[in-house]
């Protein structure tokens, strides 16, 4: 498999270094500050970690390269229905998803079922809180958002969610049920964005020998029912 890369900074660097120890060659990289090299169409998948403000442009040439595509990039959803029209009209596959970490991911699948049980005891509230570094653009985090549906669909009323943008978190989600008697909590903390990375390789390998538009979690989905 052949890789390309829009963004060349944090992310685009652990996405490079997880490549190479998996023998995957990036063959591309596009990044207007940090400097672009190769030619987009000798990739197979492009990865994008970059900003919300260029991801529709970045889907944009990669289905105009007819290049698959795996957005880790969160804060765009508002214009996914656009996405998925120049994904067909690309002919190309195409993963996007709120956070490429399995451990999140197990998390989302965690925190519906924790929600289920607790919507039926009023006595506890559900909340979420999220912290990532100063640097990052959106807040509540794409992560924070897909907890909050997940968790609200059970409930069916808005859930409280407060995010702190502040020195060098990786990231950090909590999702817990609070009563005057206790509190429960359901913690995912990211040590380095080496989970990302990789959770951005499987998507690419999985996509690579598909058509179509999918969330990263129908691929845990996937990877969970194909289990023995």
């Known amino acids: 498999m052949k890789l390309a890369l829009f963004g060349y900074g944090k992310m685009g660097r ?3 270094q997880a490549a190479m ?10 990044d ?5 090299r190769g030619k987009l169409n000798d990739a197979d998948v492009c990865v994008d970690f970059t900003e919300p403000g260029v991801a529709i442009d970045n889907i944009k040439t990669a ?8 957005v ?26 709120s956070n490429f970490s399995v451990g999140v991911n ?9 929600a289920e049980l607790f919507s039926h005891f009023p006595s506890h509230d559900p909340f979420i809180e999220e912290a990532h570094h100063k640097f990052k653009k959106d807040a509540p985090s794409g992560t924070a958002l897909s907890l909050k549906r997940i968790a609200e669909a059970e409930y069916g009323r808005e859930i409280p969610t407060s995010s702190t943008r502040a020195g060098y978190f990786p990231g950090k989600h909590i999702v817990g049920f609070d009563s005057e008697a206790d509190t429960l909590e359901i913690v ?8 990302f990375a990789e959770g951005a390789l499987f998507a ?3 996509i690579v020998v598909r058509k179509g538009f999918y969330e990263f979690s129908e691929i845990i989905e996937e990877r969970l029912r194909s289990k023995p």
């Open 63 to 70: 289905a105009a390269a007819h290049v698959s595509m795996v």
């Open 72 to 97: 880790g990039t969160t804060g765009w959803y508002d214009r996914l229905e656009e996405a998925k029209l120049l994904v067909e009209e690309g002919g190309i596959g195409f993963v996007y998803g």
């Open 106 to 114: 197990l998390m989302f699948k965690i925190t519906g079922h924790a």
């Open 14 to 16: 652990m996405v490079e």
């Open 32 to 36: 207007p500050v940090a400097g672009s």
């Open 204 to 206: 690419a390998r999985w």
């Open 188 to 195: 995912h903390t990211a040590r380095s964005r080496a989970g």
């Open 21 to 30: 120890r998996e023998g995957i060659d990036v063959v591309c990289v596009i």
